[in-house]
């Protein structure tokens, strides 16, 4: 079973605007983890928040954690069409520290 | 550049042939892991390796096997390939839990039985 979940699973919105989206995962976690994914395409690492940390920034990403609620947000502010893809959360759970466990996704398509 | 090399990208296999799909990090990461992704899916974990010598089952290992005999790589093989193993597969390496710079991913194997 995946350990993340993430709401929505589509979400479609204008360039310049904002886009949210939210992660709830099972288990304890050592760290929270998200991802892009452009079609047909790899991977690629985002942004890492620790399970001691509540609130990070990179660019135009801001992620926030809460592990009283199992749950993160990651928002993309002033969105670009560049930006469409998918984005996946993924968690480290407290000892099991090989193991990455992703969410099903959620595909964002900006529009110009 | 440095990273995650994956070879082949693309591969057809008739049902019951074997392969060796290949993965090669230059980033001196201990950790390294095999995942499949199935479409609308996210990744999901075949086998991992905490360092050469040292390999470990994942989410959904059956049918798939690993080994680590250097640190630099990591090859995935189908024994007998079914139908049911028909995806994408990626390779990634990484420091421990992601260190701070997360996993990085080579950029797949499309893989179809036939």
């Known amino acids: 079973s995946q350990q993340g979940e993430e709401d929505p699973q589509a979400l479609s919105i204008q360039e310049g605007e904002n886009a949210t989206m939210n992660c709830s995962y099972k288990?304890?976690?050592?760290?929270l983890q998200w991802y892009r994914q452009n079609s047909g395409r790899g991977l690629v690492h985002l942004i890492l928040?620790?399970?001691?940390?509540r609130e990070k920034h990179s660019g135009r990403l801001r992620v926030t954690l809460d592990t009283s609620k199992k749950s993160s947000s990651l928002l993309i502010t002033a969105s670009r069409a560049a930006d469409t893809a998918s984005y996946f959360c993924?968690?480290?759970?407290?000892?099991?520290?090989?193991?990455?466990?992703f969410g099903a996704g959620t595909q964002v398509v900006v529009t110009p | 550049n440095a990273g995650v090399t994956q070879t082949p990208k693309f591969q057809v296999l008739k049902t019951g042939q074997s392969m060796t799909l290949q993965c090669a990090q230059d980033?001196?990461?201990?950790?390294m892991s095999w995942y499949r992704q199935d479409p609308g899916m996210g990744l999901r974990l075949i086998h991992y390796?905490?360092?050469?010598?040292?390999?470990d089952q994942g989410e959904v290992p059956n049918g798939y096997n690993v080994s680590r005999s250097t640190t630099e790589d990591f090859p995935l093989r189908l024994l007998s390939a079914a139908p049911s193993q028909t995806s994408v597969y990626f390779c990634?390496?990484?420091?421990?839990?992601?260190?701070?710079?997360?996993?990085?991913f080579g950029s797949g194997t499309r893989l179809t039985v036939v």
């Open positions: 993924a968690t480290v759970a407290r000892d099991s520290w090989g193991k990455l466990q």
């Open positions: 288990t304890s976690i050592n760290n």
């Open positions: 928040i620790r399970s001691n940390e």
């Open positions: 980033m001196n990461h201990e950790y």
């Open positions: 390796s905490v360092g050469a010598g040292i390999t």
């Open positions: 990634a390496s990484h420091t421990r839990g992601g260190g701070t710079y997360g996993y990085t």
